[in-house]
């Protein structure tokens, strides 16, 4: 990443030579490392406003006319956030490239999709994945899903090179949605809706359960130390409103209290119960100790 930025620098004091000589040949290459080596040297030259229009013109054509891996790397510099004049044109050129050819690269374009929502604009993030989930298109459809699913199981240290501004650096080790949860607390809703939806859309919701088990396992480590837990309890009771999410979180924690491999301990079980459904929507300590042991 060092030597990519440095690239990007000297790129910058001659753009034609070095498009021609080194992002182009390894924008096109055959291994990720050497598209990400592009996109990250593009990037770095879209830093300076001298560029920063170039670059740009460049990243919108590729995800529009370039070659298969072409659009790869334009997917993943614009994951960044500068090779895009707005968010809403970034997230265009995403869905531009995760929707094409039968969605043969939903994956990068999701992934640069849950990039953005650790930069600044992530209410514009959702906002739109939201809209994806409720287009009458289904290839829009399994963008938003998938997004959704990935978001879930993505780490902050994943997305986040550098953000000081951002709350979450010393989350590193967090899901981002729960870390997010705490970090911005207005963007709980919509990422709740949003796994909502994925949790009742028949094609995405045995991995949506399985994404929530594994957000709920991260709510202490394994020396018993807490870890997740305030990110849950910011989430939680939003994804738990209806008496119909509450049992399928019922269901879930007892499965997961069974699980042969891996039993989740009764006291967290409760604990997570607890986290979820807020005292006012109790039904009383008798229904927990049946439900939780």
Known sequence: MRAAVAAG??????????????????????????????ATTMDQ??????????????????????????????????????????????LDALARIGVRDDGEQLAVASFNVVRLLALPDGAT??????????????????????????????KVDEVLDSEPDSGLG?????????????????????????????????????????????LLRTAVRKDGTEWTQPGLAALLPALATEEHDRRRLDWLLRRMMKDPDNPLPDAQARSLWWLAVPPRDRTGERYQEETHG
């Open 9 to 38: 620098e000297l790129c910058v004091r001659d753009f034609d030579h070095g498009y021609a000589e080194l992002i182009r040949p390894l924008a096109e290459a055959g291994t990720p490392l050497r598209r990400i080596f592009a």
């Open 45 to 90: 030259a879209a830093g300076h406003a001298s560029h920063r229009k170039a670059v740009r013109r460049l990243v919108d054509d590729w995800s529009r006319y370039g070659t298969k891996s072409l659009r790869w790397t334009a997917a993943m510099a614009l994951g960044y956030g500068n090779a895009a004049a707005t968010t809403d044109d970034a």
């Open 125 to 154: 993030v959702l906002r739109r994945m939201a809209e994806w989930t409720h287009h009458k298109r289904e290839p829009y459809q399994d963008l938003g899903l998938v997004t959704t699913v990935r978001l879930a199981v993505t």
């Open 170 to 214: 010393d989350r590193g080790d967090w899901p981002l949605p729960l870390a997010l949860a705490v970090a911005h607390p207005e963007l709980v809703a919509p990422m709740a809706d949003l796994m909502w939806t994925a949790l009742n859309t028949a094609r995405s919701q045995e991995v949506a359960m399985g994404a929530l088990e594994a």
